[in-house]
């Protein structure tokens, strides 16, 4: 009996005990969100971490240029014009990429022209996800007549060619500032972004947390900004991040041009315009603000990349 009554008591103990380390367990494992799971997988993956790096980088050189060359893009010096060769060895010195046909140091502006590359990819990218994210948005949740007239919106934007029509919008302008460029690269660009977040929204909305939201008497903004839109954004963000790096090359490609930035601004596209002209004897004017360019280009697409994989369970 004493043997016995002592079994039931360790079995009562232990069946008391069992559900605390069940809860220890299941606390431990506690299943993260979408986002944190996709941080999760982000932070193991090189990528990321590389093309973070380098955007960072571009980031503070582009905040900060005097902290990496002291030298005055704009200071044309004829005396050394393209005969004083790249010195690769006085680095971040005045002549370590040589100098331009105007005698301007090539390295000081590739430094400051990151300036104006970032401003614009970052600000049309801004834009077009605002814009593009709220049109999607209303298309997507509404239907209807709203819908119809949104699409057809598009559909009409879709089918005018990206740099033909920035060229046509731009050339409508005397002075091309950096605004310029943004507004009229993004009233060009915002399609894709809300294509891809109607369709994301008419995925979401008939999902059964909506529903539940709706029947427990949510609003409509309640349900489009709690519930909706937050599991959504991830294709959107997903797009952005990618077509970045492309509005870059769109501006270098307008600047080039000669219908994008223009002096005194600068600008990678119009030094590789410049560069272009003596890439036969003088390729090291070409060279050096073009592999500029396709280093940052490189590394926003290698951002999008590594989100892209880390927000799609299916890719991992």
């Known amino acids: 009996m004493p043997d016995a009554t002592k079994t039931q008591t360790e079995a009562v103990v232990d069946a008391t005990a069992a559900p605390s380390a069940a809860d220890g367990h299941k606390e431990q494992g506690k299943p993260r969100s979408l986002w944190g799971d996709a941080w999760f997988d982000l932070r193991h993956r090189p990528m990321f971490w590389i093309s973070s790096i380098l955007l960072l980088l571009l980031l503070v050189i582009a905040a900060f240029p005097g902290l990496f060359t002291g030298a005055d893009p704009r200071n044309g010096d004829l005396t050394n014009h393209f005969l004083t060769k790249p010195d690769l060895g006085h680095f971040f010195q005045a002549d370590w990429f040589g100098y331009d046909g105007q005698g301007r140091s090539i390295y000081a ?56 029509g920035a060229m046509v919008v731009l050339n409508a302008f005397t002075d091309r500032k950096v605004y310029v460029v943004i507004l009229a690269l993004a009233f060009l660009g915002w399609t ?39 599991n959504a954004l991830a294709p959107t963000i997903v797009v952005a991040t990618i077509a970045l790096g492309g509005y870059i090359s769109a501006e270098a490609t307008l600047s080039f041009l000669g219908l994008g930035l223009a002096d005194p601004t600068i600008s990678w596209g119009i030094d590789i315009a410049e560069g272009s002209q003596a890439i036969r004897d003088n390729p090291h004017a070409l060279l050096f603000p073009a592999g500029m360019l396709s280093l940052t280009v490189f590394a926003f697409i290698m951002l999008g990349d590594a989100v892209r994989d880390a927000l799609d369970p299916k890719l991992r």
């Open 192 to 230: 894709s972004i809300c294509r891809v977040m109607r369709a994301s929204v008419i995925t979401a909305k008939q999902a059964d947390y909506v529903t539940a939201a709706r029947a427990l008497g949510a609003g409509t903004p309640r349900i489009l900004f709690r519930h909706v839109l937050p």
């Open 109 to 164: 502006r590739v430094i400051y022209g990151t300036r104006a590359s970032i401003l614009v990819g970052v600000g049309v990218t801004a834009a077009v996800t605002l814009v593009g994210g709220l049109l999607g948005m209303l298309a997507g949740y509404f239907g209807g007549w709203l819908d119809s007239v949104i699409s057809r919106i598009t559909d009409i934007f879709f089918g005018i060619p990206f740099l033909l």
